[in-house]
Protein backbone atom coordinates (compact mmCIF):
# COMPACT_ATOMS: atom_id res chain seq x y z
CA UNK A 1 0.00 0.00 0.00
CA UNK A 2 1.57 3.33 -1.55
CA UNK A 3 0.68 6.34 0.85
CA UNK A 4 1.59 9.74 0.96
CA UNK A 5 2.43 12.29 3.65
CA UNK A 6 3.28 15.56 3.40
CA UNK A 7 4.53 18.03 6.21
CA UNK A 8 5.86 21.59 6.67
CA UNK A 9 3.09 24.10 5.54
CA UNK A 10 1.82 27.07 7.46
CA UNK A 11 1.51 30.62 7.53
CA UNK A 12 3.84 33.08 6.46
CA UNK A 13 4.11 36.45 5.11
CA UNK A 14 5.19 37.38 2.04
CA UNK A 15 9.08 37.30 1.18
CA UNK A 16 9.14 33.98 3.59
CA UNK A 17 10.05 30.69 2.92
CA UNK A 18 8.84 27.14 3.62
CA UNK A 19 9.85 23.70 2.93
CA UNK A 20 7.41 21.25 2.31
CA UNK A 21 8.14 17.07 2.85
CA UNK A 22 6.23 14.33 1.55
CA UNK A 23 7.27 11.27 3.15
CA UNK A 24 6.69 8.14 0.73
CA UNK A 25 5.89 4.50 2.45
CA UNK A 26 5.35 1.50 0.43
CA UNK A 27 7.92 2.28 -2.34
CA UNK A 28 11.49 3.00 -2.62
CA UNK A 29 12.50 5.89 -4.13
CA UNK A 30 15.63 3.72 -4.32
CA UNK A 31 17.19 1.38 -6.15
CA UNK A 32 16.18 1.11 -10.27
CA UNK A 33 12.36 2.31 -9.80
CA UNK A 34 11.45 4.42 -12.62
CA UNK A 35 8.95 7.00 -11.46
CA UNK A 36 7.41 10.75 -11.40
CA UNK A 37 6.71 12.58 -8.77
CA UNK A 38 5.26 16.38 -8.51
CA UNK A 39 3.84 18.87 -6.28
CA UNK A 40 0.46 20.35 -7.19
CA UNK A 41 -1.45 22.91 -5.85
CA UNK A 42 -5.14 23.77 -5.41
CA UNK A 43 -5.81 27.64 -4.43
CA UNK A 44 -9.90 27.85 -3.13
CA UNK A 45 -12.30 28.54 -5.82
CA UNK A 46 -9.50 27.70 -8.64
CA UNK A 47 -8.49 24.13 -10.28
CA UNK A 48 -5.32 22.04 -8.86
CA UNK A 49 -2.28 22.84 -10.99
CA UNK A 50 0.63 21.26 -11.44
CA UNK A 51 3.65 23.05 -9.82
CA UNK A 52 7.15 21.00 -10.20
CA UNK A 53 8.23 17.63 -11.00
CA UNK A 54 11.51 14.83 -10.57
CA UNK A 55 11.90 11.37 -11.85
CA UNK A 56 13.96 8.43 -10.85
CA UNK A 57 17.39 10.32 -12.16
CA UNK A 58 17.35 13.35 -10.46
CA UNK A 59 18.64 14.18 -6.60
CA UNK A 60 16.92 18.01 -7.23
CA UNK A 61 15.52 19.79 -10.30
CA UNK A 62 16.95 23.08 -11.54
CA UNK A 63 15.87 22.80 -15.61
CA UNK A 64 13.12 24.91 -16.06
CA UNK A 65 10.62 22.48 -17.38
CA UNK A 66 10.97 20.76 -14.14
CA UNK A 67 8.15 24.03 -12.91
CA UNK A 68 5.02 23.18 -14.56
CA UNK A 69 3.96 26.91 -13.44
CA UNK A 70 5.94 29.74 -14.63
CA UNK A 71 5.31 31.93 -11.37
CA UNK A 72 7.45 29.45 -9.57
CA UNK A 73 10.59 29.35 -11.17
CA UNK A 74 13.69 30.69 -9.75
CA UNK A 75 11.52 30.43 -6.67
CA UNK A 76 10.46 26.94 -6.09
CA UNK A 77 13.08 23.92 -6.22
CA UNK A 78 11.86 20.06 -6.25
CA UNK A 79 14.14 17.46 -5.00
CA UNK A 80 14.34 14.30 -3.28
CA UNK A 81 15.89 12.10 -0.74
CA UNK A 82 16.38 8.57 -1.86
CA UNK A 83 17.69 7.65 1.92
CA UNK A 84 14.99 9.34 3.56
CA UNK A 85 12.40 7.88 0.81
CA UNK A 86 11.25 12.07 0.64
CA UNK A 87 10.51 14.22 -1.44
CA UNK A 88 10.68 18.20 -1.04
CA UNK A 89 9.75 21.28 -2.15
CA UNK A 90 11.30 24.28 -1.16
CA UNK A 91 9.52 27.88 -1.73
CA UNK A 92 11.57 31.20 -1.18
CA UNK A 93 10.16 34.43 -1.66
CA UNK A 94 6.46 33.62 -1.20
CA UNK A 95 3.36 35.74 -2.29
CA UNK A 96 -0.16 35.62 -1.51
CA UNK A 97 -0.99 33.80 -5.12
CA UNK A 98 1.22 31.14 -3.46
CA UNK A 99 -1.53 30.14 -0.84
CA UNK A 100 -3.06 26.66 -1.55
CA UNK A 101 -3.06 23.37 -0.76
CA UNK A 102 -0.08 21.81 -1.24
CA UNK A 103 -0.02 17.83 -2.51
CA UNK A 104 2.27 15.18 -3.66
CA UNK A 105 1.92 12.71 -6.02
CA UNK A 106 3.46 10.03 -7.69
CA UNK A 107 3.29 8.19 -10.80
CA UNK A 108 4.89 4.62 -10.79
CA UNK A 109 4.39 3.41 -14.60
CA UNK A 110 7.06 1.56 -16.01
CA UNK A 111 9.48 3.98 -18.61
CA UNK A 112 7.41 6.98 -16.72
CA UNK A 113 9.50 10.56 -17.30
CA UNK A 114 8.52 13.35 -15.40
CA UNK A 115 5.23 15.13 -16.12
CA UNK A 116 2.78 17.62 -14.96
CA UNK A 117 -0.10 15.89 -15.99
CA UNK A 118 -2.76 15.71 -13.19
CA UNK A 119 -4.60 12.80 -14.21
CA UNK A 120 -1.97 10.22 -14.74
CA UNK A 121 -0.72 10.24 -11.29
CA UNK A 122 -2.16 6.99 -9.11
CA UNK A 123 -1.17 8.06 -5.88
CA UNK A 124 -1.66 11.28 -3.71
CA UNK A 125 -1.34 12.77 -0.06
CA UNK A 126 -3.74 14.81 1.55
CA UNK A 127 -2.36 17.89 1.61
CA UNK A 128 -0.60 20.07 3.71
CA UNK A 129 -1.87 24.22 3.79
CA UNK A 130 0.12 27.36 2.75
CA UNK A 131 -1.02 30.75 3.25
CA UNK A 132 0.64 33.22 2.69
CA UNK A 133 0.22 37.17 3.78
CA UNK A 134 1.10 40.16 2.46
Known amino acids: QVQLVESGGGSVQAGGSLRLSCGISGFGLGGFRIYSMAWFRQAPGKEREAVAV?????????????YCTDSVKGRFTISQDRAQNTLYLTMNNLKPEDTAMYFCALDRRMGVARHCSEGLYQYWGQGTQVTVSS
Open 54 to 66: IDAYAIDAYESDA
